[in-house]
């Protein structure tokens, strides 16, 4: 499970920011760094949609798009962070990881309330997981 925590602050640093006050919309661009609490968020561009111009809405990020929280790993070529139902989507060719065990789809859904995740798979691109088994020595093989 990766947590967003709505009650925690969100530190964003990249090479360019654009405020768009009339669109309630802040575009982060260039080494994009979205830290909180456990969690970080690695992108080319993050994109932050405002809801009446005070709480985030939705963020997407795009480009080489890495989500890390402890041992967990998320990948993908785009994320969408929907604050009304809690869920990240992560597309292009995304990929999870959490210790040694790795599933990939055409999309996968996180639901942040819930310990829960969906992967979507299709004709050409079937889900596919790798469950390794959890002995002490495979534990410090795969890291």
């Not at 979205?34 to 795009?62: F, H, N, R």
Request: aromatic share 6%; with cysteine; glycine share 4%.
């Amino acid at each position: 499970k990766i947590a967003i925590d709505r009650n925690q602050p969100i530190t964003i640093t990249s090479n360019n920011m654009e405020a768009r006050k009339k669109e309630n919309l802040v575009i982060f661009k260039g080494d994009v760094k979205a830290e909180q609490k456990d969690y970080t968020l690695y992108s080319k561009e993050l994109y932050v949609y405002y809801a009446d111009g005070k709480e985030i809405k939705e963020m997407i990020a795009t480009g080489d798009v890495r989500i890390v929280q402890l041992n967990k790993t998320a990948t993908g070529e785009k994320a969408v962070y929907t604050r009304e139902n809690r869920t990240v989507v992560l597309t292009g060719n995304p990929q999870a990881e959490q210790d040694c065990d790795i599933v990939k789809g055409d999309k996968i859904t996180i639901f942040l309330d819930e310990d829960k995740s969906f992967v979507e798979g299709s004709a050409n691109n079937r889900v596919k997981a790798v469950v390794n088994p959890k002995d002490e020595k495979n534990k410090t093989k795969c890291k």
